[in-house]
């Protein structure tokens, strides 16, 4: 037993997958994995000589960016002069999609681009940084369809009208009965005044 304890206090690539498997323990705080500041320092080399400004954001970004998970939903933080903040609860989430370069994919990451029925095309919040980005996103899908009624119910607001699915199914069967059973008998009251003159006769 306390031959295993010093492997779990050492920090690696490996550890974030051993808390995030299957479903973490809320509320979790996450911070990006060191191989964020290594991809962002290597984008930043793209710029030419005016990097640094890049790498200097790269930098406080990275030490700065926080994502608070709990059972109500995700918050993301960054920022040292000009604090900045995204929430977004599970209900409000409609797509989630996984993307990573190249790059990205050495360095065993990827962006998690989570989209709201807002309207616009660009992703509400994109979580980057973490190598355990499947696990994450698996949670985030299972959180949006927990949050959401299923399929062949109705609404809240409709439920509490006092109208059911079945109620409503056996008002239309008793509607249609209805109008089964008045031409029948205005069938009847067609055929009988012939039937009569034939007799007469």
């Known amino acids: 037993m306390n031959h295993e304890n010093p492997a779990r206090a ?11 498997g299957p479903l973490p323990a809320l509320p979790a705080t996450l911070r990006p994995h060191r191989n964020f500041l290594t991809y962002s320092a290597l984008e930043s080399l793209l710029l030419g000589p005016a990097f640094w400004v890049k790498l200097l954001y790269s930098y406080f970004r990275y030490r700065t960016l926080v994502y608070e998970v709990d059972e109500e939903g995700i918050t993301m933080r960054w920022g040292i002069f000009f604090r900045r903040e995204v929430s977004l ?7 989630i ?7 990205e994919r050495w360095l065993g990451l990827a962006r998690i681009q989570v989209q709201t029925a807002s309207g616009s095309a660009k992703a509400e919040m994109i979580i980057e940084g973490l190598q355990f980005f499947e696990p994450l996103r698996d ?18 607001h ?11 199914t056996l008002e239309e069967l008793t509607a249609t009965l209805r109008e089964v059973a008045s031409e029948v008998r205005a069938l009847r009251e067609a055929l009988r005044p012939s039937s009569g003159g034939s007799r007469a006769d």
């Open 97 to 103: 999609h996984l993307t990573s370069n190249v790059v």
């Open 10 to 20: 050492q920090p690696g690539p490996a550890s974030p997958p051993a808390v995030w």
């Open 158 to 168: 409709e439920l509490s009208r006092g109208a059911s699915p079945e109620a409503a």
């Open 139 to 156: 949670f985030l899908y299972d959180r949006m369809r927990g949050s959401r009624p299923r399929l062949g119910t109705a609404p809240p």
């Open 89 to 95: 609860t599970y209900a409000r989430i409609q797509d």
